[in-house]
């Protein structure tokens, strides 16, 4: 199964910043996913990201509060913009290829002040 | 509207004993469905599979059942050990989307 490497693994951001998260596969994937664990709720999908292409967002999430960059097919970052302390979660990109289930990298934990 | 739900946040069991994890789900067009475990400050990895043509699948000492008519699947592990600690989530996902749905996950504590 791919190797998925996420930073940073931990973050504490004041309101009204910004944070990119990166993440990096060990092989080239098509689909790469974001997740989001809110304390004390399930993994929620942010949006798909598609190389060569825009994001797909699901619904409840905007291009404008979670920009998604997706250069290659082994590489993407999420940027939480514009920061409130409701956006405190944990950040998870994760990859899926075929029949083979999803895969995670271990998370960024973000806390926002 | 939480289309998969694990009632229980929490369960306590003793090392060498039983582990029952429950989950709940209500769309029919669920066929695939999957548990992941997850450790503190690590990613959700992957543990066990069940497709909806099965009600059962057993991978050493890990077993998920399936209920179709009642949308109900369990996960036992036996016998249970200090190093299954963890928090267990269950998913599901509809043949032909991408999109998988979680449970909230239940905090499974064995105890030594």
């Known amino acids: 199964s791919a190797v998925i490497s996420q930073k940073p693994s931990r973050d504490i951001c004041q309101r009204g910043t910004s944070l990119t998260i990166q993440c990096q596969v060990d092989?080239?994937?098509?689909?790469m996913f974001w997740y989001r664990q809110q304390p004390g709720q399930s993994l929620t999908l942010i949006a798909t990201?598609?190389?060569?292409?825009?994001?797909?967002?699901e619904s409840g999430f905007v291009i404008d509060k979670f920009p998604i960059s997706r250069p290659n097919l082994t590489f993407s970052t999420l940027t939480v913009s514009n920061m409130s302390p409701e956006d405190s979660s944990i950040y998870l990109c994760?990859?899926?290829?075929?029949?083979?289930?999803?895969?995670f990298g271990n998370g960024t934990r973000l806390t926002v002040t | 509207d939480q289309q998969v739900k694990q009632n229980s946040p929490s369960l306590s069991v003793q090392e060498g004993r039983i582990s029952i994890l429950n989950c709940d789900y209500t769309?029919?067009?669920?066929?695939?469905f999957l548990w992941y475990k997850k450790y503190p400050a690590e990613g959700p990895t992957f543990l066990i599979s069940?497709?909806?043509?099965?009600d059962k699948n057993e991978d050493g000492r890990f077993t998920v059942f399936l209920n179709k008519s009642a949308k109900h699947l369990s996960l036992h592990i036996v016998p249970s050990q200090p190093g299954d600690s963890a928090v267990y989530f269950c998913?599901?996902?509809?043949?032909?989307?991408?999109?998988?749905?979680f449970g909230t996950g239940t905090r499974l504590k064995v105890l030594a």
């Open positions: 769309n029919s067009m669920f066929d695939y």
């Open positions: 990201a598609n190389q060569g292409s825009e994001a797909t967002y």
């Open positions: 069940i497709s909806s043509i099965k």
């Open positions: 092989s080239q994937v098509t689909m």
């Open positions: 998913a599901a996902i509809s043949s032909g989307t991408y999109k998988y749905i």
């Open positions: 994760s990859v899926g290829e075929g029949d083979s289930p999803l895969h």
